[in-house]
């Protein structure tokens, strides 16, 4: 029974948590007051380790929240659950996309789009810099940067402009230089 | 067949490897997808990363599904999903089952930093090509500014990708009128 009602609870949340992991939270704190599968501040602490460990958050949140509440048969279900609405609803859309990629007015759609998902990132680009290289708070221009971060940023950025290097050595690397400069 | 456990494969790998949400992930995909294998064009990702606001779940999933259908329909879109939650599902379970406090060691800490900083880094790149594709006139630079402007003030990405396709079929169709 309890298998049957995390997917349902899962699959609600994956439903209606719209525009990625982080919007998965709300939902989790309402799963949190409901069942006695976990608490709310165990759930502080599975948002920090979905963040601090590979994949997507709100799937790494839907495992730890499943495997608290029913061991990793709980864990799989959950995960399951969370996806199965995003694959049956971007099927449909992929069909639609399919049958109308010639249609004037969806190129007109794609022209807005793709100027506003440059800026989105460009948004996410700025908040995460802020969080890693700027001291908040700073008393001037002297210290205004984290010197060691910004001059790491600057080199790695540098290495990304202009080789062709796997982003998976990447990722790699930056651990390595977090590790040896105890960032 | 064989296809298949290519994507489950290749969605693996990049799930092992995107730290910190869906834009981590946009290097990776274009590197395995696009630059390895000719499975999509790099504008296609931007698209489906577009559309995948507005689905509801996780953007990579989206992502992942969307390129699965593509390659393969129904049964691709399966595979890629699951090989992108694949590694979530170990690795949070180990985690979980064996770890406390794992956020706390610090090693990770300092791992975790760097790694960040290298994402940083990654998507200086990925700003300068997705702007380069979607801003190619005036209206759109415009557009791209005042998303930058209202997101930094906490809009709803979805709302805002509403809007910029209104914005979009609304201008384009105005000016195909007053050119007749």
Known sequence: MTYLLLFAEFFKTGLFAIGGGLATVPFLFEIANKYPWFTKSQLTDMIAVAESTPGPIGVNMATYAGYSAGGVLGAVIATIGLVMPSVIVVLIVAKILEKFKDNKFVGFAFYGIRPAVAGMILAAWISLFQMCVINSSYTGLKDLFYLKELIIFLCLTLLCLKTKINPICYIILGAIIGIVFKL | ?180
């Open chain 2, 1 to 180: 067949m064989k296809e298949l456990f290519k994507l489950f494969f290749i969605f693996a790998k990049i799930g092992s490897f995107t730290f910190g949400g869906g834009y981590a992930m946009l290097p990776m995909i274009k590197r395995e997808l696009a630059e390895k294998r000719d499975y999509v064009e790099e504008q296609e990702i931007l698209d489906y990363y577009a559309i995948g606001q507005l689905t509801p779940g996780v953007i990579a999933v989206n992502v992942s599904t969307f390129v699965g259908h593509k390659r393969k329909g129904a049964l691709g879109a399966i595979f890629s999903t699951a090989g992108m939650v694949f590694p979530s599902v170990v690795i949070i379970t180990f985690i979980a089952a064996l770890v406390s406090d794992f956020q706390e060691i610090a090693i990770v800490k300092s791992a975790l930093s760097g790694i960040r900083l290298a994402v940083l880094a990654m998507i200086v790149k990925t700003v300068i090509s997705v702007t380069k594709k979607g801003v190619i006139d005036r209206f759109t630079l415009v557009l791209m500014l005042v998303t930058l402007a209202v997101m930094l003030f906490g809009f709803p990405a979805a709302l805002i990708t509403v809007l910029s396709i209104f914005s979009g079929i609304v201008y384009k169709s105005v000016k195909g009128r007053v050119q007749k």
